[in-house]
């Protein structure tokens, strides 16, 4: 059973597709949307890779926010006075 999608066999699919088309069928407008379809294959695999890698400045900045609140939990913690007498 297949677990992972080929974004290389999903490119090749759809181009065997778009000439597929293009050859059997003489409507021009299934031929470009074959050929948009190609063109949206090629984009989601160049957004996919863009996706992949770790952002760093967001890493950055959430590493920041943590240390802030736990920073401010600290403080407030250690000006905290208990009574535990009842």
């Known amino acids: 059973m297949y677990e992972r999608l080929d974004a290389g066999e ?7 597709l778009e ?3 293009w050859e059997r069928f003489p409507d021009p407008r299934l031929s470009k949307l074959a050929a948009r379809l190609a063109e949206i294959t090629r984009e989601s695999i160049t957004e996919v890779d863009r996706l992949r890698r770790p952002n760093i400045p967001l890493r950055i900045g959430v590493s920041l926010l ?6 401010v939990l600290a403080i407030v913690v250690r000006h905290l006075h208990v ?3 009842g």
């Open 83 to 85: 009574n535990f007498q």
């Open 19 to 21: 000439q597929r088309i």
């Open 66 to 71: 943590l240390l802030a609140g736990l920073s």
């Open 10 to 16: 999903i490119l090749r699919t759809a181009e065997r």
